[in-house]
């Protein structure tokens, strides 16, 4: 399909040319006959024809010749008519591709113009897919982490564009005069094939991925295609465009093909040069339209010359057009163009759907460098001249110095026009303003209009700060309003500003399209951002605008708005973003404790200077307009002083005072209303009441009030009423304040808690002394956090602990243990009163807050009777919840709260009724008794005297101060306790306070005492004031002193002894005991105190008699001392334990109070006892025969019958009672027995034990006869061996066994049928000695070890074997311990006795055990001697390295056992023996192996029978002497190698041997493990893992961390996931989790389940989310995994979750991450940053000097060190930088550059001192 385009004309007519053909690249018999010039004439033939068949066709007669014009001679041409549409904004298409040049910078945007005047848009989105990519993830992450700044984070778009920049784009939508279009190559490029991708062609490309010599950049191409940009070719772009920055990813480029475009990453170069000169002169591989691109600079043949413009030709076969505004004339004319001549032009648009192509000749385009006019917006030109009008569209003018101007109608008049008059012809002169650059069509934008010359501002510099502007209401949005000043400005009015209230529905007051009046707050020219603001205070305020820091001028008055209120009061912005701070004490004349309260932010407020301090951009403000700052000197109040105040105001946060007589403002807080926290709030309350009553005349005063500290500049005078501070005064003459000079360590201070912070507490005395009291010093118990244990403004006493005189600080010490006053103190009358004081200063505020409560009657007086309804029982609590009535909530303790229940009604005395409305109450049966007596005692005083009694004391006559007394507690409180005091005379109600040396704190020693307790106390006080009077409960001191004082727990009051009878109460009935209560006393009555004969009692348990609830009749045997839950254990406090009994004979005895033989009798062997069955287990029974004496039945002197044995439970039980015979008593436990006695058991004895132990390849060890234990050798276990001997056996089995060897305090025992009686047949006979084995003899055993030098054998329990590495195979094989395992039954032949050394050789050799190969066994028997002797002395000489050498192996015989039937060849080789090795420990059984060889050779020929004979000989003295020292030197190695520590273990038993010694060593343990995993038994390794769980000390925490790391190993290398996770889920819960954690995720790591990995690390990042290491970790393993965008994603969140003291850390370790795995330039970024904001952080210094160096940055490393030395750092510091800097000169600089450091450094000294 072609498009007719000839002579100006577009016909649209589509046809189909039978010319076009496709073109085939090698024709069928070679080359075309037409060349590709005539083939183009032929197709442009063609449309020439069918155009004018056209035109016949629509009735022009063809052979008629055309009419001529009259007076005409010539014939008539056909009018000249363009149907070429250039573009405009009404004919601009979607898909339309264009040259654009970049107008305008913005965050998020580009303004670019189009030809023709034609503005666009290109969002961000539209620049690159990496652009689209990097938005869209930071958009969603915005909205999923409510981040809206997130989207900030794009890279700056004015660092990759500038103005004037020319760029490809496509159009992408257009709404109305809106034009979007976009830049990236994917879009620009779309029709544009891989194949097309040619030499010489420019193409639009984005920057992939940055490399070490380069960068891969994208075309956007359908295909992979790709480009490479060396470094080399994109440092003049770099530095002329990108600020000498590298490439950014995503970065727009125009690239030039290189020569190499068909491989698959084509070369491309960016040099501005080289692309802008690109010339496309060949037509060769541009075939299509879809290979024309805008920005193409190529020759053009001039065609035809037109009314609008020029037709060119390109390529020889495309036609495009250029308009007269992008010709080079001046004047616009068509002047000087020739027909057929070429010219340069740069493609400016392509049309693809019309085959609409524009050029542009405008020089600066063709060269590709827009030229700046030298103008700037807003000039005015006064005389301007039309050169050319375009009818009906605009104006084309000179505005000098060749600059061209263009005028469209719109802005040409105020009125709109449709055509122009003769007023704008060409050739006038008009004055105009340039408002715009329009880069792409080389062209001013001016406007005529009368108005845009009058205009005060034309762009963002215009406007000044303050300025009143006026706009209208463009759009309303969340954060504010938009405001149009003009056509290209805009301003934001932020919704603080809108009004001065703050609007709900701005959008309904300030409507879109109202006019607004506004002031101008800042302007950032720069970034074309105006902030205004629409306040009235502000529009219309009177006061000078402050506008810099220079203008703020001491007493200068100013508005402002708050923009933050703060605890320390408000910061105040005014214009230009110039902020100053208004202090607490300076916003009001009367004092605002909470600034929140009075102000709000976007307040409007009328500041005064007070200074400014310009060069810090420092500015301080008052709000006090009226009241004139105090004068301090003048009637001030120093810190100590005790003055009245006057009350002005009641806060929230406490008392605003005004004291006499100076009238100075004070501030009373909350918590300094009193000592007592508790009672604060209910005493404001009262103070506020009293307020409001006050009159000018009559104000409301306040006594007794002391300065703290004196008037600071941020806030009033501190005041408090504490009664201990105010002690300090009253108590002490002559009272001189306390400076920090006169501390000294060990002093003890009155304070209060300042605040609590996560480190400790700071704490505040008189006259401004601060303390810090780190957690260490808070309490006797580990404290993580001071505010667990107190409060702010709490009252304390601290003792001084260090000073630190040069820095003004101290230490201080809260611990009751540092704080505690012996009684033999001098000092110790003082606490105890001032403790006293406090106590009844506690008690007068208390009653004077109940006083208050409306409910509050006389029957509340801590001793009056009440009744009250239980509501509520908490049994676990035993506590009971009463309803008392007027709206008065009881609680009580309740030792029975099943005796209750709901709904019941309780007589209670009355303890004590708190402030809160809960009155604590008591419901024990003597205070209720005497609280009835009370109450009719004031009754009868009513009806006698018919007046209101006066409160009774509640104190008894013989109550003296000093007093020792017992004090039942009944109420348990923060800081004392109320309790019963019982005497001669009746109860009494005391109170109980603690000498702790700490103010109301309940002592840690004591935490045990709860409600039913008693404790012994001394009488303080016999009465407390209530109501001024002396008649409250009396005061008693529980000692907690360390010097033991007077406390003691003791038992109740009914003074109990031994010997009594009492009357108790069954409680509950256990298996093996009653409990029972006698008063407030607990006890128990045994099952062995309950019968004298109890196997007469038919019944099972004689404790089934009893039921709950029954008193009995005992007599007690012993108080017994039993600890109390929750006491400490350091206290060593107890109570009493009442042993009780009820034996007829024991109640029957009278004058007995020594009841110990019924405890503790005395056992003798063979004598009978009567117990109690207290538990059954698998080994044995436990028998109680007393109280406090338990037995142990085994389980095989159970019964000698085998189904007793068998079941145990089913026949014994629990409580049942049995007669036993006492068979031994040294031991642990008495052994008892009921079978009789037991004998000592002789040889040959059948005896029945237990299996108690299973020692694997070794023995059994078994319990017997009266605790005895005998060892079961494999070979005693049965009469015929197998290959798992003791998996017949289990632990606890019952079996029969013979005694067969009882020596040095063994016992040897059998399993053997034949030692049982059996007569079968034996199989594997029984070896007990050397003398049972015959030469020749084939016997059957088991591998007892291997060592380097051969196995050795089990034949017996006292008999081994060797064998020789020579005698295991017939055939050699180089790893012959794998053969077998130890514990192996194995077939030998015995092959040597050697009598008088007890030795026994074996072979394992088939050839030898087997009868087939004797006669093999013969032949080498018959060899010669010399031969035998010959391959001996061979095998002996063989070097270790042939026998440590490559050797083939006999894989069949090391597979199969010893008893394979697989026939060998009859010729057998003989291997040479391996030379005898000395082993480490064990006999060495070839001592003269060890002597140097001597002998003649006839001495060595001698046949081996004849050695064999000799060595049978007598020997001679010397040689048995010899013989004795080589056994001595044999031993003593033997011992010595048991000694030696380094001595490796070869095997459990050495194993089992160093953990006797060690059994905390987790390396050990570990090794154990390692040992059986080497021997692939896993489960072993497993049970070893668990057994050291169970062996190490709790303590040693480390080391049982280790051992959960190597079980997480094990399961990890052989288990399954399942398995790993629950190791896991088990160390989780016995360790601290994190570090569980990071071992378990660095297994992962370590056996590269990296998946596994980062879930574990995404669980920790939520379960430890504040732990910054959790956060680095998971960073640096996303580095090595090469993900480093996921690894910034990740410090992204992490300064989201850490605390923001580690945000500095944090960001420097993933800075060095940078640096090691990722972007060296970001690292270097991250590190700058942080200098920035932390430049005085010495090791983020050192880190990055390091980090430089490493990276041999030599140059940057100087420049810090430069940078480093010009701090104002401390001495210390700036020597450490000087140090460094000289050593890194030394190693890396010159002798001038040292030189230089020395210089600074001497410099530097000189101008400090």
Request: glycine letters at 6%; charged letters at 25%.
């Amino acid at each position: 399909t072609m498009y007719c385009s000839r002579r100006g004309f577009n016909c649209g007519f589509q046809f189909t040319c039978c010319c076009m053909e496709p073109e085939v690249d090698f024709p069928r018999g070679g080359a075309g006959v037409l060349t590709a010039l005539e083939i183009r004439d032929v197709k442009h033939q063609a449309k020439h024809d069918v155009l004018f068949k056209e035109e016949g066709e629509k009735g022009t007669t063809p052979n008629r010749p055309q009419a001529k014009e009259k007076g005409s001679s010539k014939p008539a041409t056909p009018k000249r008519v363009v149907l070429h549409e250039f573009p405009s904004l009404k004919k601009l298409t979607v898909g339309t591709l264009l040259l654009c040049a970049v107008r305008d910078v913005r965050d998020f945007t580009l303004q670019v113009s189009l030809p023709f005047n034609i503005p666009a848009t290109v969002h961000v989105t539209d620049i690159s897919d990496r652009f689209k990519n990097f938005a869209q993830q930071e958009a969603e992450s915005a909205v999923n982490e409510g981040d809206d700044t997130s989207i900030t984070k794009l890279p700056s778009l004015d660092q990759l564009f500038h103005p004037g920049m020319l760029l490809p784009c496509s159009v992408t939508s257009i709404q109305g005069k809106h034009v979007s279009v976009s830049i990236d190559p994917a879009v620009v490029n779309a029709n544009v094939t891989a194949t097309s991708v040619k030499q010489g062609m420019v193409l639009s490309a984005w920057i992939l991925s940055t490399e070490d010599h380069g960068y891969i950049v994208s075309f956007g191409l359908s295909s992979s295609k790709t480009g490479f940009l060396l470094n080399k070719n994109a440092q003049k772009f770099v530095k002329a465009y990108n600020g000498g920055k590298p490439l950014k990813a995503g970065q727009v480029i125009p690239c030039l093909i290189l020569p190499g475009a068909n491989s698959r990453s084509v070369p491309v170069t960016i040099n501005p040069e080289e692309v802008q000169t690109a010339l496309v002169s060949s037509s060769d591989h541009l075939l299509t339209i879809n290979d024309i691109v805008p920005g193409l600079l190529v020759n053009a043949t001039l065609k035809e010359i037109t009314d609008h413009g020029l037709v060119f030709t390109i390529f020889g076969i495309f036609e495009a057009h250029t308009s007269i505004r992008h010709l080079p004339n001046s004047d616009y004319s068509t002047n000087g163009f020739i027909v057929k001549k070429k010219y340069k032009a740069r493609v400016l648009w392509v049309d693809r759907t019309t085959v609409n192509i524009g050029l542009t000749l405008l020089p600066d385009i063709v060269k590709g460098i827009p030229q700046l006019p030298n103008m700037e917006i807003g000039d005015i030109i006064e005389e301007a001249v039309v050169v050319h009008v375009e009818s009906s569209n605009a104006l084309m003018l000179d505005l000098g110095d060749g600059t061209r101007g263009y005028s469209p109608i719109s802005m040409v008049c105020e009125d709109r026009i449709s055509k122009f008059s003769k007023q704008f012809a060409a050739g006038t002169s008009h004055p105009c303003r340039v408002v715009q650059f329009n880069y792409i069509d080389s062209a001013v934008v001016v406007s005529l209009q009368k108005s845009i010359l009058e205009r005060p501002f034309m762009t963002y510099g215009d406007i000044t700060v303050g300025q009143l502007v006026s706009g209208t209401v463009l759009l309303h949005e969340p954060y504010g309003m938009l405001v149009q000043l003009t056509d290209y400005i805009r301003g934001l009015c932020p919704a603080l500003h809108l009004a001065d209230c703050r609007l709900k529905h701005p959008g309904k007051k300030l409507k879109v399209g109202k006019s607004v009046e506004c002031r101008v707050l800042n302007v950032d020219a720069a970034r074309k951002r105006l902030l205004l603001t629409h306040k009235k205070s502000l529009v219309e305020s009177s006061f000078p605008l402050l506008t810099a820091y220079e203008d703020a001028q001491p007493g200068g008055m100013h508005h402002g708005v708050v923009t933050a209120v703060k605890e320390f009061g408000c910061l105040v912005k005014f214009f230009n973003n110039i902020q100053g701070i208004v202090r607490k004490s300076e916003l009001s004349s009367q004092f605002i404790p909470d600034p929140n309260s009075a102000f709000t932010v976007g307040q409007v407020v009328h500041c005064k200077v007070l200074e400014c301090d310009p060069t810090n951009e420092k500015l301080s403000l008052t709000l006090k307009m009226d009241v004139e700052l105090e004068d301090s000197s003048e009637g001030g109040i120093l810190p100590g002083q005790i003055t009245d105040a006057m009350v002005t105001a009641v806060l929230p946060e406490g008392l605003s005072l005004r004291l006499l007589p100076s009238h100075q403002v004070a501030f009373l807080p909350l918590a300094h209303l009193s000592d007592h926290m508790e009672v604060c709030p209910f005493l404001l309350d009262i103070h506020r009441e009293k307020l409001e009553f006050a009159t000018t005349d009559a104000p409301y005063m306040l006594s007794d009030v002391m300065t703290v500290c004196p008037k600071l500049p941020s806030r009033p005078v501190l005041v408090t009423r504490k009664r201990s501070l105010l002690q300090l005064v009253d108590d002490v003459e002559d009272f001189t304040l306390i400076t920090f000079s006169d501390l000294q360590p060990g002093m003890i201070l009155n304070g209060f808690i300042k605040k609590c912070l996560p480190y400790g507490c700071f704490v505040e005395f008189v006259n401004n002394l601060v303390a810090l009291a780190p957690n260490k010093y808070l309490k006797d118990e580990f404290v993580s956090d001071g505010s667990t244990v107190y409060k702010e403004g709490q009252t304390v006493r601290g003792k001084v602990m260090e000073l630190d005189r040069d820095k003004q600080r101290f230490l201080v010490t809260l611990r009751c243990s540092d704080l505690q006053i012996s009684k033999q103190s001098s000092s110790f009358s003082d606490w105890s009163k001032s403790l006293f004081t406090q106590f009844e200063c506690y008690l007068a505020e208390r009653e004077a807050v109940l006083e208050n409560i409306a409910n509050f009657k006389e029957k509340l007086f801590p001793g009056y009777h009440t009744e009250g309804t239980v509501v509520e029982l908490k049994a676990d609590e035993q506590l009971m919840i009463l309803d008392l009535g007027n709206d008065l909530t009881g609680s009580a303790y309740c030792s029975n709260v099943e005796a209750y229940s709901e709904g019941d009604k309780v007589n209670c005395c009355i303890m004590e009724a708190r402030q809160d409305g809960l009155v604590a109450v008591s419901i024990s049966p003597q205070l209720v008794e005497e609280a009835i007596k009370l109450n009719e005692k004031k009754k009868k005083s009513v009806r006698g005297s018919g007046k209101t009694p006066k409160r009774r004391s509640l104190q008894l006559a013989e109550l003296q101060s000093g007093n020792t007394v017992m004090v039942h507690v009944e109420l348990v409180t923060s800081h004392y306790i109320m309790g019963t005091c019982t005497l001669l005379s009746g109860h009494v109600i005391t109170y109980g306070l603690f000498d702790t040396g700490q103010m109301k704190i309940f002592p840690a020693n004591m935490k045990f005492i709860k409600p039913g307790a008693s404790v012994r106390a001394t009488v303080y006080s016999p009465a407390t004031l209530i109501g001024g009077e002396k008649i409250g409960p009396p005061v008693v001191m529980v000692s907690s002193a360390k010097d033991g004082g007077s406390f003691s727990v003791s038992h109740d009051f009914l003074n109990i002894k031994a010997g009594d009878i009492i009357d108790v109460i069954v409680k509950n009935i256990q298996s093996l005991q009653l409990d029972v209560r006698a008063g407030i006393m607990r006890g128990r009555v045994h099952i062995t105190q309950i019968l004298d004969n109890p196997l007469k009692i038919p019944a099972d348990n004689p404790l089934s008699k009893y039921n709950s609830g029954d008193v009995v009749k005992a007599r007690v045997i012993l108080l017994r001392d039993n600890l109390i839950t929750g006491l400490a254990s350091k206290s060593g406090a107890s109570t009493q334990l009442l042993e009780l009994s009820v034996k007829p004979s024991v109640m029957a005895s009278k004058g007995t109070t020594d009841f110990g033989y019924l405890l503790n009798p005395e056992l003798t062997v063979g004598s009978s006892v009567d117990g109690f069955i207290k538990m059954v287990t698998r080994t044995h029974l436990v028998v109680s025969l007393t109280p406090s004496l338990t037995g142990e039945v085994p389980i095989f002197l159970l019964s000698t019958d085998p189904e007793v044995l068998a079941s145990p439970s089913l026949y014994h039980n629990a409580g049942q009672a049995i007669h036993c015979t006492v068979v031994k008593t040294d031991g642990r436990l008495p052994i008892l027995s009921l079978i009789g006695s037991c004998q000592q058991p002789l040889v040959g004895d059948v005896v029945i034990g237990q299996v108690k132990k299973i020692v694997p390849n070794e023995y059994l060890l078994i319990c017997f006869s009266a605790g005895l234990l005998g060892r079961v050798d494999l070979t005693d276990i049965s009469d015929e061996y197998n290959d798992d001997p003791l998996s017949s056996v289990k632990t606890y089995s019952i079996v029969k066994c013979c005694v067969v060897g009882v020596a040095d305090g063994r016992t040897d025992l059998s399993l053997r049928e034949s030692r049982l009686g059996d007569d079968s047949e034996i199989r594997d006979p029984e070896i007990t000695c050397f003398s049972d084995l015959k030469m020749g003899q084939t016997v059957r055993g088991y591998i007892k070890s291997k060592t380097d030098v051969g196995f050795f054998v089990r034949l017996g329990r006292h008999v081994t074997g060797r064998v020789k590495i020579g005698n295991i195979t017939d055939k050699y094989v180089k790893d012959f311990k794998s053969l077998y395992s130890v514990g192996s039954l194995v077939a030998a032949k015995v092959i040597d006795l050697q009598e008088l050394e007890q030795k026994i050789e074996l072979s394992l050799r088939k050839s030898d055990v087997n009868s087939k190969r004797k006669t093999a066994r013969q032949k080498r028997k018959r060899r010669s001697t010399s031969d035998v002797v010959k391959k001996k002395r061979k095998t002996e000489e063989l070097p270790e390295a042939e026998e440590e050498g490559d050797a083939s192996v006999d894989v069949e015989s090391v597979c199969s056992s010893s008893e394979s039937s697989v026939e060998e060849d009859d010729e057998i080789t003989i291997r040479p023996q391996h030379p005898r090795l000395a082993t480490r420990v064990g006999f060495n059984w070839d001592t003269s192996e060890t002597a140097p060889a001597s002998g003649d050779s006839s001495d060595e020929s001698e046949p081996m029978e004849e050695d064999i004979e000799s060595s049978t000989k007598k020997k001679t003295k010397r040689q048995k002497r010899a013989d004795r020292l080589a056994e001595e030197e044999r031993l003593f190695r033997t011992e010595q190698a048991l000694l030696d520590v380094n001595h490796a273990p070869q095997g459990p038993e050495d194993f089992d041997r160093l953990l006797m010694n060690s059994p905390n060593d987790s390396l050990l343990w570990t090794h154990y493990m390692a040992f059986y995993i080497h021997t692939t038994e896993i489960d072993k390794a497993r049970a070893i893992g668990q057994r050291a769980l169970q062996m190490i000390s709790f303590r040693e925490e480390k080391e049982r961390l280790n051992i959960w790391v190597a079980l997480l190993n094990l399961e990890n290398l052989y288990g399954t996931q399942e398995a790993v996770l629950k190791m896991f889920d088990e160390a989780l819960r016995q360790n601290e989790p994190i570090d569980v954690f990071f071992k378990l995720v660095t297994i992962y790591q370590n056996s590269e389940k990296y998946e596994l990995s980062e879930q574990l690390y995404q669980t920790m990042t939520k379960k430890f989310k504040e732990v910054a290491r959790v956060w680095t970790q998971y960073g640096l393993f996303l580095m090595k995994q090469g993900r480093p965008d996921a690894a910034r994603r990740v410090l992204e969140k992490s300064l989201k979750a850490v605390p923001i003291k580690q945000h500095v850390d944090v960001i420097v370790k993933f800075s060095q991450y940078e640096f090691q795995h990722g972007d060296v330039e970001r690292g270097r970024t991250m590190l700058e940053s942080v200098l920035r904001n932390y430049p005085k952080r010495v090791d983020v210094w050192s880190v990055y000097i390091d980090l430089l160096i490493k990276h041999e940055d030599y140059e940057h490393v100087r420049e810090l060190f430069e940078r480093a030395i010009h701090l104002k750092l401390s001495s210390k510091r700036m020597k450490f930088f000087f140090k460094r800097y000289l050593t890194f000169e030394e190693q890396y600089g010159n002798e001038a550059t040292v030189l230089a450091v020395k210089e600074k450094a001497l410099a530097y000294v000189k101008s400090v001192t």
